[in-house]
């Protein structure tokens, strides 16, 4: 008999809560999506193609200023901080590279996901090419009116 009370009990609660959700079939969230600027969106595009430049022209104390502290690039060869990343850049032979498909998306009032496809020409320390097509994404949020880059990652296009 307790057994069966607990269960009625559980089935109850489940229900309750169930029932506080307003869902009406729409998958959608009733909560304002995020709006940015232009002039913000304009800021990313301008710093993420400015990190590309930089690692180009080997301007080191430029790309940092671009990462947050609390950066990480996430490569299939590992985790990366900013003096991970630079290190790798000083060792490479950065020939060119071209950005398209450039997109920004905000995710909150603060914070927005840059997302574009990359053409590069590059070799690493060892001699060997990179990855010549890849769609990469960054993560920056904004810090005292600043926008910093705290995540990156890059896949291989088909």
Same mark, same amino acid.
């Given at each position: 008999? #307790?057994?069966?009370v607990?269960?009625?009990?559980?089935?109850?609660?489940?229900?309750?809560?169930?029932?506080?959700? #307003?869902?009406?079939?729409?998958?959608?969230?009733?909560?304002?999506?995020?709006?940015?600027?232009?002039?913000?969106?304009? $800021?990313?595009?301008?710093?993420?193609? %400015?990190? /590309?430049?930089?690692?180009?022209? $080997?301007? !080191?104390?430029?790309?940092?200023a &671009?990462?947050?502290?609390?950066? =990480?690039?996430? !490569?299939?060869?590992?985790?990366?901080?900013?003096?991970? +990343?630079?290190?790798?850049?000083?060792?490479?032979?950065?020939?060119?590279?071209?950005?398209?498909?450039?997109?920004? #998306?905000? +995710? *909150?009032?603060? +914070? *927005? &996901? =840059?997302?574009?496809?990359?053409?590069?020409?590059?070799?690493?320390?060892?001699?060997? $090419? /990179? =990855?010549?097509?890849?769609? *990469?994404? %960054?993560?920056?949020? #904004?810090?005292?009116? +600043?926008?910093?880059?705290?995540?990156?990652?890059?896949?291989?296009?088909?």
């Open positions: 008999m #307790k057994q069966l607990k269960a009625i009990a559980t089935f109850t609660f489940v229900i309750l809560c169930f029932s506080q959700c #307003k869902n009406n079939g729409n998958s959608k969230t009733t909560v304002p999506l995020p709006v940015m600027s232009k002039a913000d969106g304009e $800021k990313i595009t301008e710093r993420e193609i %400015s990190i /590309w430049e930089f690692s180009k022209t $080997k301007q !080191f104390d430029k790309l940092r &671009i990462l947050a502290d609390d950066y =990480i690039g996430y !490569f299939s060869s590992g985790n990366m901080l900013p003096s991970d +990343v630079i290190n790798l850049l000083s060792k490479t032979t950065f020939t060119d590279y071209h950005l398209s498909n450039i997109k920004v #998306k905000p +995710v *909150a009032n603060d +914070v *927005a &996901i =840059i997302y574009y496809d990359v053409l590069q020409d590059v070799t690493g320390a060892d001699g060997v $090419k /990179w =990855i010549p097509k890849v769609s *990469a994404s %960054s993560v920056y949020v #904004k810090r005292n009116g +600043v926008w910093y880059a705290v995540f990156y990652q890059e896949m291989p296009q088909g």
